[in-house]
């Protein structure tokens, strides 16, 4: 079976077309970052060999100057004048300067055993038991370069995917589409019968310049006389855009990069690595047959690892071009549906993954194999301030000091002989994290480690933090909605005298006129006529809990509005008695709420003694009888004073 034909983004030579391919309703989807649209551009940004380059900016070496990051006796990095002399970071530093006598191998920075910052040591190479690598630096390095990209787009075109500490995605489209609709203003009209299925009017060009950009060729060369169509050019203004974020990068902080320009993520990423260093390259449309046929499979993403090998031993192959004619029901049977599917798509240059503006982290590690062992707790614990140290400097990148994402939970990995033992424990929330919470969450866990015996030699200690969520900012505490002191006086006094303002509930106001529930029940009449008092002055009420102190409360229970308020910051609704502090008045409700209790349990013994009908045989009656005796003995006791106690009337 023949593979079938890929999407061509202009048509046969000397068709003489009038219109575009594309819909005004294709050209509208790339406004909005659309997956499904064909005109989409994808730019992905690769810094190159960084981590050398890093060491070379730090340094102020000449660009021409051979150089490699050293880890311990190894390379991590290799620049591009070292690789001319054959150096790979499969080499050892010695093999290395054998190839090259004046390579520069610099050392990353390193933790050393007790200190509470990184920084870059001569001797860390022979102290790998003291020390441990420190990618701070890079990281660093890695947020100024993600900041001069995004300053280089608009502010509310930033579609940015930071793939990696030294890589980047970019959706382009909607600045694209704006782009477009600026230099070209009839793509600005609406469509023929306002139908945005009708085809867009042909490009008003017949060639584009892509200046020094690496164009991938077409596989029918004479297909490059065709005039271009609107995906040309769109990928043609990303290439321009991609370019000059290049350029920003290279004068501001002295990086070189090289970039892939195409139609999804899979394709730019591929793209990126076709012409390095300091290069772009574009893919069009029509070209990615041509560019994706002679390549291995095995160097897309995802099909280089186990997948990868699956594959080539299914299907004895590893070219592209042999996959293609493998029908895509033959590959859902080896591979399953979802694989095969995937697979069918990926080698013909179809990927519809979005670019993820942000990425969000699930974890943090921080880890140290011992090379010799650790053997007591004070090591261990000089070690565990590097990581805590190390995992709050991430923290802060990810936004921790604005509280904008933390972590929930922190755990401890301890190694010894075969057995690795682990504690975990949650974050505390509600306050700002920092380093030294981090290391003392860290050192209890140790400890409860540690108690189970038998822990030394540690062969490794690894810290690590996770369930991460997103903070909430902007909050309010409670004390920015309170009123103290005068100020509290000043509001009380104005909110009496002038009555309550226009921004408050009525229902306020109702609350201070009809006290509670009182309304709903007929006033109580004492022996004289007036109405009961319910306040005392300066004595306290026993409730059986606590004493409550009130300082004053007046007897105004008439209806009549209460006097202005001068000395006292809170009033009582249902008696109008005025307390000095929110305290009080809780106190003071409370003491209220003691006395409708009283009133209650009063009310239930008149209620029995005047119930003609005896409930239910012997037992109840003994229970009233029991009931009456512990309400008498209640009595009782109410009725001795301790001292500094007056006698309260209640009707």
Not at 321 to 326: A, G, K, M, R, S
Not at 532 to 545: F, I
């Amino acid at each position: 079976m023949s593979s079938p034909h890929f999407h061509a983004s202009s048509p046969v030579h000397g068709t003489g077309r009038r219109k575009s391919q594309f819909t005004y309703r294709q050209l509208a989807l790339l406004a909005s970052y659309s997956t499904s649209s064909p005109l989409r551009v994808i730019a992905h940004i690769d810094l190159d060999a960084f981590y050398a380059q890093c060491e070379m900016v730090r340094l102020g070496v000449a660009e021409d100057q051979p150089l490699a990051v050293q880890q311990w006796q190894g390379l991590i990095a290799v620049n591009y004048p070292a690789r001319a002399f054959g150096i790979g970071r499969h080499c050892t530093v010695t093999d290395a300067k054998k190839l090259c006598p004046k390579l520069i191998s610099q050392h990353v920075a390193t933790w050393k055993e007790g200190d509470e910052k990184w920084a870059y040591h001569e001797d860390a190479a022979s102290h790998i038991g003291t020390h441990k690598v420190s990618l701070d630096p890079y990281r660093l390095q890695s947020r100024k370069i993600l900041a001069v990209i995004k300053e280089s787009l608009p502010s509310h075109m930033q579609k940015v995917e930071k793939a990696s500490i030294d890589e980047v995605f970019l959706d382009l489209s909607a600045h694209i589409h704006s782009i477009l609709l600026q230099r070209f203003p009839e793509l600005t009209n609406p469509p023929p019968y306002d139908d945005p299925t009708e085809r867009l009017p042909p490009p008003p060009v017949t060639a584009l310049d892509w200046q020094a950009d690496a164009l991938v060729d077409l596989e029918d060369a004479e297909a490059e006389a065709d005039d271009p169509d609107w995906d040309d050019v769109a990928i043609l203004i990303g290439s321009e855009i991609v370019r000059d974020i290049r350029a920003q990068i290279r004068q501001t902080l002295g990086y070189t990069c090289s970039a892939g320009i195409a139609g999804n993520k899979m394709l730019s990423k591929l793209g990126s690595g076709y012409k390095k260093p300091n290069q772009q390259t574009v893919i069009r449309n029509r070209a990615v047959r041509h560019f994706l046929c002679d390549m291995k499979f095995t160097k897309i993403r995802n099909l280089g690892g186990k997948l990868g090998d699956q594959v080539v031993s299914t299907f004895h192959t590893e070219a592209i071009q042999d996959l293609l004619l493998v029908p895509v029901e033959q590959m859902k049977l080896k591979l399953g549906d979802d694989t095969g599917v995937w697979l069918y798509n990926t080698i013909r240059g179809i990927d519809a993954s979005e670019v993820n503006s942000r990425t969000q982290i699930k974890s943090m590690l921080s880890a140290k194999s011992f090379r010799p062992s650790v053997n007591n707790q004070e090591q261990a614990v000089k070690w565990l301030r590097i990581f805590s140290a190390d995992i709050f400097s991430r923290l802060v990148e990810e936004g921790v000091l604005e509280n904008k994402r933390r972590p929930k939970t922190i755990n401890l990995h301890h190694r010894q002989g075969g057995q690795t033992r682990s504690r975990q424990s949650s974050i505390p929330q509600g306050r700002m994290l920092d380093e030294t919470t981090l290391f003392e969450l860290a050192k209890n866990l140790l400890s409860q480690i540690i108690q189970e015996g038998r822990v030394w030699p540690c062969a490794n200690l690894s810290l690590s933090v996770g369930g991460f969520e997103d903070g909430i900012t902007g909050n309010k505490g409670i004390g920015a909605f309170l009123l103290k002191g005068d100020e509290a006086r000043e509001s009380k006094f104005r909110e009496d005298s002038v009555g309550v303002s226009t921004h408050e509930r009525p229902e306020k106001k109702r609350r201070v006129d009809n006290p509670g529930i009182q309304r709903f029940f007929p006033k109580k009449e004492n022996s004289s006529g007036g109405d009961a008092e319910a306040s005392v002055d300066d004595d306290v009420a026993d409730t059986g809990k606590t004493q409550i102190r009130t300082k004053e409360a007046s007897p105004n229970r008439s209806g009549s509005q209460p006097k202005p308020i001068t000395d006292y910051m809170e009033v009582c609704t249902r008696c109008d008695a005025r307390l000095d502090s929110a305290e009080a008045l809780q106190s003071h409700l409370d003491w209220h709420l003691a006395r409708d209790l009283q009133d209650e349990e009063r009310g239930k013994q008149t209620f029995a003694s005047h119930h003609s009908t005896v409930p239910r045989g012997q037992k109840t009656a003994g229970a009233s009888s029991s009931s009456s005796k512990k309400i008498t003995r209640g009595s009782a006791s109410s009725s001795k004073l301790e001292h500094g106690q007056s006698k309260l009337k209640f009707g």
